[in-house]
């Protein structure tokens, strides 16, 4: 993976210097104020906010979450106050507040030119370094068009207008079922990313045993959690095969050795997700078993990311079979 490495867990990638490659993902810690008294977020790498819109969202119909046995479902519904409040209120607080952790405005929309207009109107504020893009909205630029993110084209004409708004980092997320990160990958390297964050929920439906139906208020969701780590694993190793730009894993990363997987698959970054809403601390957890992994390993973090892809200790796995082809924001 590009980027230089230091000898312990400092990490430089996209031309920025991350303390250590423990995240919070977008959407469980809000904009950083909202955990900021039970985390002390400058001890981590860094956080991605809550995805912005361009106008405020509400969200989804209640309930928008509910656990399974090996994970949880949600459908939140991407609600956010909108880019301009944003603009005016959090990203000050992020800039006075937080010092060491790096941070990343997580961007949504639902065509290419609302994608470039939140970012026109976010660029300007201070308090962040990148922006990360969620390719999981439905494209609808077209009746029945898919999300961005398993349509190669739709996903790089996202990327393509939001390039001319910023000079900051663009970090493309990806969704699991994406039948071939192939033809995605490429089309977003020639459109302009920086980096790529695998990977955003699996669809998933939960239904109530008694009435038999969903027990979400949107009906289906986005399945996270530890049922999601297999896959997020595969996910990172597959799309190392096609570009050397750093990559971010996330998906059901609870402990120092699931993150340990992410960077052995080829992950130079990762993110805690789901078990932060279990045990808001997971992260500093996480944190120090990664740090043990590094100290038994000389050489500091670099010779942990990439590790399986290196030694071979990880067979060619078989390309993955067609999946569902909806995503859940």
Not at 50 to 56: A, F, G, N
Not at 108 to 124: F, K, M, Q, T
Request: proline share 8%.
């Amino acid at each position: 993976m590009s980027g230089r490495r230091g000898s312990g867990l400092e990490n430089e990638l996209f031309g920025i210097t991350f303390a250590n490659p423990v995240l919070l993902a977008a959407g469980t810690c809000g904009f950083g104020e909202e955990l900021s008294d039970v985390v002390e977020l400058d001890r981590l790498g860094g956080f991605v906010t809550k995805s912005v819109t361009l106008e405020p969202r509400g969200g989804n119909p209640a309930p928008r979450v509910t656990e399974f046995r090996a994970g949880m479902l949600n459908s939140i519904g991407l609600a956010n106050p909108g880019a301009r409040d944003v603009l005016r209120t959090k990203l000050p607080w992020l800039r006075d507040r937080i010092r060491r952790a790096r941070v990343i405005i997580s961007v949504a929309g639902h065509s290419a030119s609302e994608y470039a207009e939140v970012i026109g109107i976010l660029d300007p504020g201070e308090g962040f370094e990148g922006f990360e893009v969620n390719l999981s909205c439905p494209n609808d630029t077209r009746l029945g068009g898919l999300p961005f993110a398993l349509d190669p084209d739709a996903a790089a004409r996202v990327i393509e207008a939001v390039r001319p708004r910023t000079q900051r980092p663009l970090i493309a997320k990806l969704a699991p079922n994406t039948p071939d990160f192939g033809p995605v990958i490429r089309r977003l390297e020639a459109a302009g990313v920086d980096g790529f964050t695998l990977v955003n929920t699996m669809p998933g439906l939960v239904l109530d045993p008694e009435s038999g139906r969903p027990v979400l208020g949107a009906g289906p969701g986005g399945v996270s959690g530890p049922a999601l780590r297999a896959i997020g694993v595969h996910a990172v190793w597959r799309a190392a095969e096609y570009t050397a730009l750093p990559l971010i894993g996330v998906g059901g990363i609870a402990e120092g050795e699931d993150a340990e997987q992410y960077l052995m698959a080829g992950a130079s970054l990762v993110q805690i997700g789901t078990a932060s809403f279990w045990d808001p601390r997971t992260a500093e957890r996480v944190l120090k078993g990664v740090e043990r992994a590094v100290t038994r390993r000389p050489g500091g973090l670099g010779t942990l990311v990439g590790l399986a892809r290196r030694s071979g200790a990880a067979q060619q796995p078989d390309a993955p079979a067609e999946a569902a082809v909806e995503n859940h924001v």
